[in-house]
């Protein structure tokens, strides 16, 4: 398109930028998306390495995508139904949880889970029942409380939902204590919360009551890479008329008369737009792109003090061996201390603490017939664990965003590189001998997190969904400033692959001054597939820059 007029610009194209898009232009908008780094994609991209090994930065695995799901429901709206195939992971163990002396396989389903946490750790069977009667019984009463729509009637409500009023807003380990359970079994159960990487003192049990219910759904990866989300949205934004641009910074949100009027570049050019849609990071949009004289004080005071969620330091290794040989098709969760609570504390301390968390996770594994992954016999591998978000942890000052050169600091890379190691270290306990193997390594840091996304402390999670930062206490997709709203992880509908994705839709329904989701649920189809690409060779990462 050669106008510089838009219905709506999205600044950032993450999962929630890409799929508020899409929804607005199969809703018959005209839509322009802009992105800083050279792909799209956000925290769902991925990257190459010597033309052989293919890594994912987020897109590691995703629940409840058997038909009828949450992201095969968002995907059928926009007309890609038939068009991303999702390759499940071992039922039976889809993550293989490691502490010293346990092993617990997380199988899909409740009633499985149930019975192998109640056989692992026997002594805690009264407190074990309790503890998941109470996540079960509040995700009933959540959906019971989503069916009664946008404005139910709470008088009436209230009594249908005691465990929701009673533990939803509480803290994990509240529930911990009340129902008694011990180190192990508390372990156990809050051994993936890297997930979203909050502290169990901190996390609202409706969290993590939602976080596991998505799982023991089922667990998937995308067939051809991570890559395959974004890019099917961009096709599905292309499609119907609109168009994504790569390298395009966004400096200023443009507010003439109290209103969201488009953006302007850090080249100067200015594009102009009744409606703008950030799916930048937060504190970013409103604090700097937007600035505190075009919002209330009492907002700029809120935005100001929101906590980051801590970031995630991730290395990547291409191997020269076929893990299959080697493990079954699931994540592994290990860890050598059963104390995260401490764990996180340390981080929220500014330290890096002396036992890391590791997920360890690999594509070639999830996916072994996608050639891009890695070659055949080898294997591409991400290890991550969660860190503190300072920048004196990484020897960095002013950070990247403000356009700090950190790459050939002697700090900075004696520190990466220290952590590196001791992480392959940590994943040579389940994968024992892989260091032998290695023929690529790199690592990222939240530094690097914050140079490719802009994101506040470099975390992929936006702000903590802490029990004071949860539900209410997020920004809504609408702002106070009319024409401008947010999208993305720090919104209401959190992080991750379905609550960008759905938050995404969400906020396209603002815009457009309707329930879209629930439209989409109930059958609505608004794009059309026979506009989409059917090549049997497309590679969605070229077709995302």
Same mark, same amino acid.
């Given at each position: 398109?050669?106008?510089?007029?838009?219905?709506?610009?999205?600044?950032?194209?993450?999962?929630?930028?890409?799929?508020?898009?899409?929804?607005?232009?199969?809703?018959?908008?005209? @839509?322009?998306?802009?992105?800083?780094?050279?792909?799209?994609?956000?925290?769902?991209?991925?990257? /190459?390495?010597?033309?052989?090994?293919?890594?994912?930065?987020?897109?590691?695995?995703?629940?409840? !995508?058997?038909?009828?799901?949450?992201?095969?429901?968002?995907?059928?709206?926009?007309?890609?139904?038939? #068009?991303?195939?999702?390759?499940?992971?071992?039922?039976?163990?889809?993550?293989?949880?490691l502490f010293p002396g346990v092993t617990f396989r997380v199988p899909k389903g409740w009633d499985k889970y149930r019975e192998r946490l109640v056989a692992a750790f026997p002594d805690?069977?009264?407190?074990?029942?309790? !503890?998941?009667?109470?996540?079960?019984?509040?995700?009933?009463?959540?959906?019971?409380?989503?069916?009664?729509?946008?404005?139910?009637?709470?008088? #009436?409500?209230? =009594?249908?939902?005691?465990?929701?009023?009673?533990?939803?807003?509480?803290?994990?380990?509240?529930?911990?204590?009340?129902?008694?359970?011990?180190?192990?079994? /508390?372990?156990?159960?809050?051994?993936?919360?890297?997930?979203?990487? @909050?502290?169990?003192?901190?996390?609202?049990?409706?969290?993590?009551?939602?976080?596991?219910?998505?799982?023991?759904?089922?667990?998937?990866?995308?067939?051809?890479?991570?890559?395959? *989300?974004?890019?099917?949205?961009?096709?599905?934004?292309?499609?119907?008329?609109?168009?994504?641009?790569?390298?395009q910074r966004v400096d200023r949100i443009l507010i003439e008369d109290g209103r969201a009027a488009g953006v302007r570049l850090t080249t100067g050019e200015e594009l102009r737009a009744?409606?703008?849609?950030?799916?930048?990071? @937060?504190?970013?949009?409103? *604090?700097?792109?937007?600035?505190?004289?075009?919002?209330?004080?009492?907002?700029?005071?809120?935005?100001?003090?929101?906590?980051?969620?801590?970031?995630i330091f991730c290395v990547y290794l291409g191997l020269d061996i076929d893990l299959r040989e080697r493990m079954p098709n699931t994540n592994y969760w290990y860890c050598d201390s059963?104390?995260?609570?401490?764990?996180?504390?340390? !981080?929220?301390?500014?330290? *890096?603490?002396?036992?890391?968390?590791?997920?360890?996770?690999?594509?070639?594994?999830?996916?072994?017939?996608?050639?891009?992954?890695? =070659? =055949?016999? !080898?294997?591409?591998?991400?290890?991550?664990?969660?860190?503190?978000?300072?920048?004196? @942890?990484?020897?960095?000052?002013?950070?990247?965003?403000?356009?700090?050169?950190?790459?050939?600091?002697?700090?900075?890379?004696?520190? #990466?590189?220290?952590?590196?190691?001791?992480?392959?270290?940590?994943?040579?306990?389940?994968? =024992?001998?892989?260091?032998?193997?290695?023929?690529?390594?790199?690592?990222?840091?939240?530094?690097?997190?914050?140079?490719?996304?802009?994101?506040?402390?470099?975390?992929?999670?936006?702000?903590?969904?802490?029990?004071?930062?949860?539900?209410?206490?997020?920004?809504?997709?609408?702002?106070?400033?009319?024409?401008?709203?947010?999208?993305?992880?720090?919104?209401?509908?959190?992080?991750?692959?379905?609550?960008?994705?759905?938050?995404?839709?969400?906020?396209?329904?603002?815009?457009?001054?309707?329930?879209?989701?629930?439209?989409?649920?109930?059958?609505?189809?608004?794009?059309?597939?026979? #506009?989409?690409?059917?090549?049997?060779?497309?590679?969605?990462?070229?077709?995302?820059?």
């Open positions: 398109m050669e106008s510089a007029e838009w219905d709506a610009i999205v600044i950032g194209a993450g999962l929630g930028g890409l799929t508020t898009a899409a929804y607005l232009a199969t809703n018959g908008q005209r @839509v322009l998306v802009l992105e800083q780094h050279w792909v799209a994609g956000g925290n769902a991209h991925v990257f /190459r390495r010597k033309r052989a090994f293919e890594f994912d930065v987020g897109v590691h695995y995703i629940g409840d !995508c058997a038909p009828g799901g949450a992201i095969p429901n968002v995907l059928r709206g926009i007309g890609l139904e038939d #068009k991303i195939e999702f390759l499940e992971l071992d039922p039976d163990g889809f993550d293989t949880i805690d069977e009264t407190g074990l029942h309790r !503890c998941l009667d109470v996540f079960e019984q509040l995700l009933a009463e959540m959906r019971r409380l989503y069916a009664a729509g946008a404005a139910p009637d709470l008088a #009436k409500l209230l =009594p249908e939902i005691p465990t929701l009023i009673r533990w939803g807003g509480r803290a994990l380990s509240d529930l911990f204590d009340d129902c008694g359970l011990g180190a192990k079994a /508390r372990a156990v159960i809050i051994a993936q919360s890297g997930a979203y990487a @909050v502290a169990p003192s901190r996390t609202p049990v409706a969290v993590h009551a939602g976080f596991l219910d998505h799982y023991l759904k089922g667990a998937y990866y995308p067939r051809g890479g991570g890559q395959v *989300l974004p890019a099917r949205l961009v096709e599905v934004l292309r499609a119907n008329g609109g168009e994504v641009r790569t390298r009744p409606t703008v849609i950030s799916n930048a990071d @937060v504190k970013r949009t409103l *604090l700097d792109m937007v600035g505190a004289e075009h919002i209330s004080p009492a907002t700029a005071a809120r935005v100001d003090a929101y906590r980051m969620a801590l970031p059963f104390d995260l609570e401490d764990i996180y504390q340390t !981080c929220y301390d500014g330290r *890096l603490p002396e036992h890391f968390p590791l997920l360890i996770t690999t594509a070639s594994v999830k996916d072994p017939h996608t050639r891009r992954i890695a =070659p =055949p016999g !080898c294997s591409s591998i991400e290890i991550m664990t969660w860190v503190p978000a300072n920048y004196d @942890v990484w020897g960095v000052h002013e950070g990247p965003a403000a356009g700090e050169k950190y790459h050939r600091d002697r700090d900075y890379r004696s520190n #990466k590189e220290r952590l590196t190691e001791l992480m392959i270290d940590g994943a040579e306990h389940p994968l =024992p001998g892989i260091r032998e193997h290695i023929v690529w390594k790199e690592a990222a840091t939240p530094v690097t997190q914050e140079r490719f996304t802009l994101s506040t402390g470099g975390t992929s999670y936006g702000i903590e969904m802490a029990v004071d930062q949860s539900g209410p206490n997020r920004p809504a997709p609408a702002t106070e400033i009319p024409g401008l709203f947010l999208t993305g992880a720090s919104t209401t509908s959190g992080h991750g692959i379905v609550g960008t994705m759905r938050g995404g839709v969400a906020t396209a329904g603002a815009i457009l001054g309707r329930d879209v989701m629930r439209e989409v649920e109930e059958g609505r189809v608004f794009g059309d597939p026979s #506009k989409l690409i059917s090549d049997p060779d497309w590679d969605p990462w070229q077709y995302s820059r």
